[in-house]
T-cell receptor, first 115, second 109 residues
Framework: EAQVTQNPRYLITVTGKKLTVTCSQN?????MSWYRQDPGLGLRQIYY???????DKGDVPEGYKVSRKEKRNFPLILESPSPNQTSLYFC??????????????FGDGTRLSIL | KNEVEQSPQNLTAQEGEFITINCSYS?????LHWLQQHPGGGIVSLFM???GKKKHGRLIATINIQEKHSSLHITASHPRDSAVYIC???????????FGPGTSLSVIP
């Protein structure tokens, strides 16, 4: 089954404790992206990757790191989490973000609470 | 001014009604996306389009590149269509994605 898998689904942690949210897709997609969703602010892009070893900043990259060493995986790293990073996070993938025929596939989301 | 705007912000309809949600954007794009998010959080991509019109079941999406405007139509609406509908654009040349604020739709039986 074609899917984007995020882990964990829920996490409560404390300020400053490094954490990684994993994202994996099994569709051989080139494009992968991380988004966060906050009440009143909607969805915003954190980082995206057009292919292996190619990553770019979205609108809200501060406090986050990503890597794309393999095509299928795109982990989101919070080196020193802070309470303002409490949010609902989505990973997504697509064959391409250009043209009109390659819709994004979204993971189920990761609800992150940082105390 | 936001680069992607949607109207209306909230919409309540009777079952069976024809529904239109609008999206306008102010940047050059390579594609426009319509997404659906039900209560509980999961996001589903409904359409990705760069020109013309697409239809899937009771859903129709259109885009007018010259006017920088897209519409999502739902025919014969049903309570299961109740969700937040989000317009997003892939910015031309950058592959960055920018989202609209969403339209919350409630279809009453």
């Amino acid at each position: 089954e074609a899917q984007v898998t995020q882990n964990p689904r829920y996490l409560i942690t404390v300020t400053g404790k490094k954490l990684t949210v994993t994202c994996s897709q099994n569709m051989n997609h080139e494009y992968m992206s991380w988004y966060r969703q906050d009440p009143g602010l909607g969805l915003r892009q954190i980082y995206y990757s057009m292919n292996v070893e190619v990553t770019d900043k979205g609108d809200v990259p501060e406090g986050y790191k990503v890597s794309r060493k393999e095509k299928r995986n795109f982990p989101l790293i919070l080196e020193s989490p802070s309470p303002n990073q409490t949010s609902l996070y989505f990973c997504a993938s697509s064959l391409s973000m250009r043209g009109g025929n390659q819709p994004q596939h979204f993971g189920d989301g990761t609800r992150l609470s940082i105390l | 001014k936001n680069e992607v705007e949607q109207s209306p912000q909230n919409l309540t309809a009777q079952e069976g009604e024809f529904i239109t949600i609008n999206c306008s954007y102010s940047v050059g794009i390579s594609a426009l996306h319509w997404l659906q998010q039900h209560p509980g959080g999961g996001i589903v991509s409904l359409f990705m389009l760069s020109s013309g019109k697409k239809k899937h079941g009771r859903l129709i999406a259109t885009i007018n590149i010259q006017e920088k405007h897209s519409s999502l139509h739902i025919t014969a609406s049903h309570p299961r269509d109740s969700a937040v509908y989000i317009c997003a654009v892939s910015k031309a040349s950058y592959d960055k994605v920018i989202f609209g604020p969403g339209t919350s739709l409630s279809v009453i039986p």
